[in-house]
């Protein structure tokens, strides 16, 4: 098992960035792909981008060019640097791990807020 713990999140103004980071505890973290998702209030959860075992990486249209998911394996985190924020990102951002980055894994942390407002 892995155990996932999501921060960074805060409040950010239009245009501005933000850094999450999500540590993994429990397991062997390069085994893994890991994502980031997102839960709008009212709205499904959606991927936000992945990145598979081997650092390739997956992004939602929404968030290309705009957000970049990494990972450090010797840290066993993953981030998700995103910049040029917009009102419509304001969601829950919750971490996964699983075994591909196609489809979310069993594996998901608590999630940390972000709100874009001015």
């Known amino acids: 098992q892995v155990q996932l713990v999501e921060s960074g999140g805060g409040l950010v103004q239009p245009g501005g960035s933000l850094r999450l980071s999500c540590a993994a505890s429990?397991?062997?973290?390069?085994?893994?792909?890991m994502s980031w998702y997102r839960q709008a209030p009212g709205k499904q959860r959606e991927l936000v981008a992945a990145?598979?075992?081997?650092?390739?990486?997956k992004y939602a249209d929404s968030v290309k060019g705009r957000f970049t998911i990494s990972r450090d394996n010797a840290k066993n985190t993953v981030y998700l640097q995103m910049n040029s924020l917009k009102p419509e990102d304001t969601a829950v951002y919750y971490c996964?791990?699983?075994?591909?980055?196609?489809?979310?894994?069993?594996?998901w942390g608590k999630g940390t807020l972000v709100t874009v407002s001015s």
């Open positions: 996964n791990a699983g075994s591909t980055v196609v489809a979310p894994g069993n594996y």
């Open positions: 990145i598979s075992r081997g650092s390739v990486t």
């Open positions: 429990g397991s062997i973290f390069s085994a893994y792909a």
